[in-house]
């Protein structure tokens, strides 16, 4: 029964180093299919969808200024900072989807 204990209180242990890993570029790409979704099915209306849209290339542009600052590579810093920025933008995806105004 120890054995089993120490597995799952080691798994829980890492559960939130897993989900912070997530690669930025599948946070991007799974960001822009909730903004398509949100424009397909008429949640996202053409200035919320233009406001978000705008706010990714924003996120893009930012994080290809901190690659170019370290030679492509992101310092443990900058993915902190770009993922709190992704925390705030799928906030705001969520919110637009769901308010009252609809396309």
């Known amino acids: 029964m120890k054995i089993a ?3 799952f209180a080691t798994a829980l242990a890492f ?3 897993a989900l912070f890993a997530q690669n930025i570029q ?7 299919d909730r903004i398509a979704q949100g424009v397909k099915s ?5 200035g919320e969808t233009s406001h978000l849209e705008h706010q990714e290339a924003g996120l893009n542009k930012e994080e290809h200024g901190m690659r170019a600052q370290d030679n492509g590579k992101l310092t443990a810093q900058d993915r902190k900072t770009l993922n709190h920025q ?4 799928s906030r705001r995806i969520h919110r637009d989807k769901h308010n009252a105004r609809v396309r």
């Open 26 to 32: 599948d946070r991007k790409v799974d960001q822009q």
């Open 86 to 89: 992704q925390n705030v933008e």
């Open 42 to 46: 008429g949640q996202l209306t053409a």
């Open 15 to 17: 559960a939130p180093v």
């Open 5 to 7: 204990t120490f597995a």
